[in-house]
């Protein structure tokens, strides 16, 4: 690809013009519930969920899947917000949201395969969070969900040479970051960091956005960089990935994110992959169902 | 007030929570026997104890966990479980995603690193091949792949199984509709003969395969299977206590070549049990690898 193609293509990204904008109600939602929990009014939060029917819709949804603890029906976001708490709440309005920048009507490739795929590396991110001692597992979550915005980014700005790349990936079985650089001459992280960044997202935010696939590359937040970027390999390894196998082996111990993580999660050293790796099992068949429902709600 | 009603339901079974005995069940039959369980399984894990326990005449999970684990009935009955969990798992193409792990990524990987080499042969050992549908499941997948990957080699398959009767019945290669529902029209015509109502095995299939009695506590035995690239061994190690495990695991390792690969069964892991094979994740399917370094020498 020649220079001037791929400056234009950074350009287009640049302009996020035809990027979908995050629900209004997301933002205060967000501000509202960093506060400390003790001073949170609950009728306040459901009050701010409540604004976006459709956005309410979807939460319910999800706070009756077993993925966010929930195993008794809750039909009202009042009920689901006692029974789950503030911080899942946060975890499931986010969610959400997310779910309503992929792109409406005729894509070039299935967002619903990306969105299974970014909601499995959430919840596979907070739960390896809390078997390793990662001190923050909701932050975890977050940074799995948001992870790949740079492919929505692509998906909405640029899906024809998005598409080629896709193309590429699927044929030859290798990882999709890999056919970007390729064909488009950057990747989903080049492109996840320039969205977040106009996005104003945090910096440890930013930074999983950008090198998730090296994490070697992050200037700070590595140990989030490194969780997530162990996380999302393990997905694409188990059939969480983007609808097609890569095919290639894999030892967790020898990449480059099991080194940077170990220095912060000691218990990483003696960890059970392969258990890890069979419970999966059991999210996978959860994230589809839930995925095709949302999808459905929002449509 | 304001409240916001589910707009749509989903016609579904209701759900409800593992029970914690289940759960407890679960994670002693992973400790114990390697093989696990996962959530959605365990359902299924919860019929197999209710089966067990109509058997034993128990009528609690917790009950049932104190049968596995502090009465003297305590190993044959974990042994019972583990038949009632692993039941009915021996049919062609059983595991498809370990199958196209193995020939998509861990042959291309043999075939790469030989590309200099003249030995251009492959040794596979289906270790505990029951009645011999897994080792004509390899027999008939690495055919296909001689016109392919595996263009210019040859292969053979060393099939071996504790039970005599299982040996006699791989022998012979007749399977009902059970064993074959998983064969394609195509296959089943490329591979199979009618018998009666049955299939029997074509010679070609058989001509790559050779099946003997193994028990692979016999250290004699063991030491003289030598040379291979691949050892299946699926749902076998999961009967043997942590001592035997070991041994055997031993010998597995002493019985591959540099780099070779041992596979177990769906959800059977060798965590705390041996340190030198090193788990690798292909896709959804995982396997133990001899060493990581390139394969060099047969």
Request: aromatic share 8%.
């Amino acid at each position: 690809m020649s220079d001037e193609r791929q400056q234009r293509l950074r350009q287009r990204l640049e302009a996020l013009e035809e990027m979908p904008t995050i629900p209004v109600v997301l933002v205060p939602l967000l501000r509202y519930l960093e506060q400390p929990l003790d001073i949170l009014d609950l009728q306040q939060v459901v009050d701010l969920i409540s604004q976006d029917k459709s956005l309410a819709a979807q939460c319910l949804h999800m706070a009756n899947s077993p993925l966010y603890g929930r195993w008794t029906p809750v039909d009202n976001i009042r009920n689901a917000v006692i029974a789950l708490g503030m911080q899942r709440m946060r975890d499931i309005a986010v969610s959400c949201s997310v779910l309503t920048l992929m792109p409406r009507g005729r894509t070039s490739v299935d967002p619903i395969v990306f969105w299974e795929h970014s909601l499995g590396c959430a919840l596979v991110c907070r739960q390896f969070a809390q078997k390793i001692g990662f001190p923050d597992p909701a932050k975890a979550y977050l940074a799995g969900l948001l992870h790949d915005i740079g492919v929505v980014a692509e998906l909405c700005v640029v899906p024809q040479e998005f598409r080629v790349a896709f193309d590429l990936a699927r044929s030859q079985g290798i990882p999709l970051h890999e056919a970007e650089a390729t064909t488009l001459g950057l990747t989903h992280c080049d492109s996840g960091k320039i969205v977040a960044e106009k996005w104003h997202l945090t910096d440890d935010l930013v930074a999983v956005a950008g090198c998730h696939h090296d994490p070697h590359t992050a200037q700070m937040h590595r140990d989030l960089v490194a969780l997530v970027s162990l996380s999302d390999l393990l997905c694409r390894m188990s059939g969480l990935g983007y609808g097609y196998a890569e095919e290639c082996q894999v030892n967790f111990a020898e990449e480059p994110g099991f080194a940077l993580l170990l220095e912060e999660c000691p218990a990483l050293r003696t960890f059970d992959w392969a258990r890890f790796t069979f419970e999966l099992e059991a999210y996978m068949e959860e994230v589809h169902h839930l995925v095709r429902l949302l999808y459905r709600v929002s449509q | 007030m304001t409240t916001t009603a589910v707009s749509q339901r989903t016609p579904e079974a209701p759900r409800r929570p593992p029970s914690p005995q289940l759960v407890q069940i679960r994670d002693l039959v992973y400790q114990v026997a390697g093989i696990f369980q996962p959530d959605n399984k365990l359902r299924h894990l919860e019929d197999r104890c209710q089966k067990r326990m109509q058997a034993l005449g128990v009528a609690t999970l917790r009950e049932y966990y104190d049968c596995l684990t502090v009465r003297p009935i305590r190993q044959a009955e974990l042994v019972s479980l583990l038949n009632e969990i692993t039941i009915g798992e021996t049919f062609f193409f059983r595991n498809q995603p370990q199958l196209d792990a193995l020939r998509n990524v861990v042959l291309t990987r043999i075939v790469e690193a030989r590309k200099k080499m003249s030995l251009r042969h492959l040794r596979i050992w289906s270790a505990g091949c029951s009645t011999g549908e897994e080792p004509y499941t390899l027999s008939i997948m690495l055919m296909e792949e001689l016109a392919r990957r595996l263009q210019g080699w040859t292969f053979e398959i060393v099939a071996t199984d504790l039970n005599e009767h299982s040996v006699a019945h791989a022998k012979a290669g007749v399977y009902g509709n059970y064993s074959t529902r998983n064969l394609t029209p195509q296959i089943t015509q490329k591979y199979f003969s009618p018998v009666g109502e049955n299939l029997q095995v074509n010679t070609q299939v058989k001509t790559h395969v050779s099946i003997t009695r193994v028990n692979f506590l016999d250290d004699a035995r063991m030491v003289f299977l030598k040379g291979f690239d691949v050892i299946m061994c699926c749902n076998v190690l999961i009967y043997f206590d942590v001592q035997s495990k070991r041994r055997v695991i031993q010998h597995f390792y002493n019985n591959l070549l540099a780099h070779g690969y041992l596979f177990l069964g769906h959800s059977e892991s060798l965590y705390g049990v041996n340190d030198d094979f090193r788990l690798v994740h292909l896709p959804s399917a995982t396997a133990y690898v001899k060493s990581e370094e390139r394969l060099v020498t047969r």
